[in-house]
């Protein structure tokens, strides 16, 4: 499984569509469960780069808590696995928890669901977590909309195709393109990635 999965742990199909969504638009590839059994299972069978996890996993029971105990096993496993909590039942205190106590990274209100911020959040902290690599120094250079075309350029994409992805024309790929070259620092695709995915600090 590619480090560019990301594990969708929502047992709401409508909402499992938009995180599913948001990761390919991303750029990701969206493994969607809907409980704890099969969160733990898909956990220890593939890599993921980031999980997007729903506390309540089961749409009768109010109370129901099983993403809780999804992120007690990701806690608790040897490889970091930054994790994105969700859910339609916000409190202080059940934040303190997940982000606190079993340290995820960001936490999401339902009621109060951005689109664009969720998109952003999922995108950098795959990145942070190192797929790809992308030092600091590159992403505090880039605007979000470069790190977009790097991101497809380290995957070898084309212009053309790059502009089919992002939805822009070929022109302004060039434009993105050229001031990737000028922010880097480098004359060349090949560099520019190189640069990108250049881990030494």
């Known amino acids: ?3 560019r999965a990301v594990l969708i742990i929502e047992d709401d199909p409508n909402w499992q569509a938009i995180f599913e969504e948001i990761a390919t638009d991303q750029g990701f590839e969206p493994v969607v469960v809907a409980s704890y059994q099969a969160a733990v299972s898909a956990l220890a069978g593939q890599t993921f780069a980031l999980a997007i996890v729903d506390i309540s996993l089961s749409a009768p029971d109010y109370a129901d808590r099983s993403g809780v ?4 096993t990701i806690a608790a496993a040897s490889d970091r696995l930054p ?3 969700v859910t339609g039942y916000a409190t202080v205190d059940l934040a303190i928890e997940t982000l606190v106590d079993l340290n995820a990274v960001n936490f999401f209100r339902k009621d109060e669901f951005d689109r664009r911020a969720f998109g952003r959040v999922l995108k950098k902290e ?3 977590a190192g797929s790809p690599p992308y030092t600091p ?3 505090e250079r880039l605007s979000d909309r470069e790190q977009e075309g790097l991101d497809l350029l380290v995957q070898g994409r084309t212009n053309k195709q790059i502009a089919g992805a992002l939805t822009i024309t070929v022109n302004t790929v060039k434009k993105h393109v ?3 070259f000028t922010k880097l620092n480098v004359e060349t695709r ?3 990635v190189a640069k990108a995915l ?3 600090r």
């Open 83 to 85: 994790a994105i909590v």
């Open 137 to 139: 120094e590159v992403l």
């Open 198 to 200: 250049d881990t030494r």
């Open 190 to 192: 090949a560099a520019a």
């Open 126 to 128: 795959v990145m942070e």
């Open 1 to 3: 499984m590619t480090q």
């Open 69 to 72: 105990e999804v992120l007690r």
């Open 178 to 180: 050229q001031s990737i």
